[in-house]
């Protein structure tokens, strides 16, 4: 038990010399804001919802350009992959956003929302 | 110096949250969606012609335009073509897309690792790979690996393109896998010394894709909005460790942001659903259960004619519609709307009912009834629409199963019980559209198509409707 904490002590200052303890309260506050955002939603909106949702991760795609920054020019393999992970990424931010964007625009003329369940 | 590539990342990150919130309510949805676009868009650009420097344009940037503008043109066109009832499968494509390309990039990162491994000027003394980078590394693969199957495989099933497939004693080897891939993960580590990709490092892609196999295969297509949502979500949480590994807070507040809203998302689904996120986490949902089930296909059905249905209908003074998948498979959504226009203008008081899971996602049956201009308040949502069925002459079940079976209330033994369904046998006359009678989603029979009040009329249900379009006119 002693040196699972150690363990965990061990790790939790490995991170403090990477700075990345203030990333790790960023995902906490980050978690808090998704269930507020969430709960109180009509569930019509649910599968735009999950669709805009879709799109926003499609952030991973600036992971792959950083990636791809990094590659070094005679690299193929890591050249080949980075290509196809911005290309993918790519898809799912556009594809995304596009699709949520069709499913919403049939909503704009509605008379005025009621009701929220 | 301006700090171009903090202000874009930090306008992505602020749009993400504001737009999300937007999406959130029916009147700013629309916005939001474009708020969030708008902030990505910010993010890219400094991502790619900005760092913490300045100005600066990054290697390789020919490759990752080409990259880019491909994967704009296509994307643009896959989402512009698909029909409005394949956009579930449509979201899951689009989300194994994501999930790929985290798994990718934690491909690249795991051999840039091993490549300053063998580094000599590398000093001696700090270790290779700290725990630190590798967690963000291996968990961004395993995660993107089970994603991109998984959402492909669901993708699969949704269009028809895979069946269910199950075998016994399926959760614990699932379970097993799981504990084979951490395992396996782990062993990665302590071989962090070679200079190549230690089998290892195959085995924990291997065995991520095996899971996401395993995880999705087996569930009905009842419960794969559940999983869409929580391959979403998962999606979300890869992003993340990417956001971790490259400490860029816009990656992972989205990455993290899309995790914790698609899991509550999720679990406010398995609500609806009445399943426990537990049962479906371990491929258990999808109804295979129960058994007893089938006990109640006693009665004989009752088969009605168009002619008769129509009658009916237009003398009747309020009528509900319980729209389902089978609408959204035959298209049959703008003959639906037809169909009430024509009763509303012979004075029927026409509503639809929409149960929450109703099609394949919530909010299905919504979607697909705006796009045929069917006004947004005459959808009426579960709770409120149950205590109008007892005034209601006839309701119309078009191509719903599930979300009307009285088992979910009787029969303690079914998959479905506990489930909130339509009380449509509260109504003075019920008519299902069906193809045939099989059974439903979850694959269970329904009680409902016996009841002496309940008249089945086959076939398509765009060709039925169409047929009661004609028959209302001839009258």
Redesign the interface.
């Known amino acids: 038990m002693e040196a699972f904490f150690e363990g965990i002590g061990r790790l939790i200052a490995q991170y403090e010399q990477q700075n990345i303890l203030n990333l790790i309260y960023l995902v906490i506050l980050m978690i808090f804001v998704g269930v507020e955002l969430i709960s109180h939603v009509p569930s019509v909106l649910h599968t735009p919802l999950m669709s805009g949702a879709n799109a926003i991760h499609g952030v991973v795609l600036i992971g792959a350009i950083i990636v791809m920054g990094n590659a070094s020019p005679d690299d193929t393999l890591s050249l080949v992959f980075g290509t196809l992970a911005v290309f993918v990424g790519t898809l799912n931010v556009i594809g995304g956003f596009v699709v949520t964007d069709r499913m919403l625009e049939m909503f704009k003329k509605k008379p005025k929302g009621e009701k929220a369940s | 110096m301006m700090p171009y590539m903090e202000i874009g990342y930090l306008i ?1 990150s602020v749009s ?2 504001v ?3 937007m ?5 700013s ?2 916005k ?3 708020v ?2 708008f902030g ?1 868009a910010m ?2 650009i400094a ?2 012609f900005f760092n913490s420097q300045g100005y600066h344009v ?3 940037l020919s ?2 335009l ?3 503008v ?3 043109v ?3 066109l ?3 073509r ?1 029909q ?1 009832t394949a ?2 499968e ?2 899951s ?3 194994g ?2 999930g ?3 798994a ?2 934690s ?3 795991w ?2 690792l091993l490549h300053e491994a063998v580094n000599p000027e590398r000093m001696s003394n700090m270790p290779v790979v ?4 590798y967690i963000p590394v291996i968990a961004g693969l395993i995660i993107g690996t089970i994603s991109f199957v998984g959402s492909i495989v669901a993708w699969g099933k949704l269009n028809g393109k895979i069946g269910d497939f199950r075998f016994p004693s399926q959760q614990i080897i699932n379970a097993v896998v799981l504990v084979a891939i951490l395992g396996v993960a782990y062993l990665n580590y302590g071989e962090f010394n070679a200079t190549q990709s230690s089998l290892y490092f195959y085995l924990t892609i291997g065995l991520a894709v095996v899971y996401g196999l395993l995880f999705v295969f087996p569930i009905g297509g009842a419960d794969m909005p559940v999983v ?2 929580l391959l ?2 998962f ?2 949480v ?3 460790c ?24 999720t679990v ?2 398995c609500k ?1 659903m009445n399943r426990s996120l537990m049962n479906v986490l371990i491929g258990m949902a999808g109804g295979n259960g129960g058994g007893s089930s089938s006990s109640a296909s006693g009665g004989s059905v009752r088969e009605v004619q168009g002619t008769d249905v129509a009658i009916m209908m237009k003398y009747a003074s309020k009528v509900i519609i319980v729209p389902g998948y089978g609408l959204a498979v035959a298209q049959a959504q703008h003959v639906c709307h037809e169909l009430e226009n024509l009763l509303e203008a012979e004075g029927v008081d026409v509503k639809y009912a ?1 149960h ?1 899971v109703a099609g394949r ?4 049956m ?2 697909l009834l ?2 045929s201009n069917v ?3 005459k ?1 009426i ?1 579960m ?2 629409i149950n205590p109008e069925f007892a005034t209601t002459d006839v309701v119309l079940v078009v191509g719903a199963n599930d979300v009307v079976n009285p088992a979910a209330k009787t029969d303690p033994a079914s998959p479905i019980y506990g489930m909130p369904i339509l009380d449509v046998d509260q109504a003075k006359q019920i008519v299902v559209l069906k193809r045939s009678m099989k059974a439903g989603y979850a694959g269970i029979e329904n009680e409902l198509f016996f009841h002496p009040k309940c008249g089945m009329l086959f076939g398509d249900a765009k060709a039925s409707l169409q047929k009661l379009v004609n028959e209302v006119k001839a009258l």
Not at chain 2, 361 to 364: D, I, S, Y
Request: no cysteine.
């Open positions: 992505g993400f949250v737009g999300l919130k999406m959130g309510q029916p009147d949805a629309r939001g969606n474009l969030a676009a990505m993010a890219v991502a790619l990054i290697n390789n490759y990752i080409i990259a880019i491909a994967g704009t296509i994307g643009t896959m989402a512009k698909v409005m956009m579930p449509m979201v494509l689009f989300n897309m994501g790929l390309s985290a990718l990039i491909i690249i990162e051999r840039h700290t725990v630190g980078m869409i949502s979403n979500s999606t979300g890869a992003a993340a990417g956001g971790f590994l490259y400490e860029n807070k816009v990656m992972l507040m989205g990455g993290v942001l899309v995790g914790s809203a698609g899991t509550i998302l406010v689904m609806a929409i929450p996602m919530p909010g299905h919504n979607v705006a796009e006004e947004y308040d959808l949502e709770e409120h």
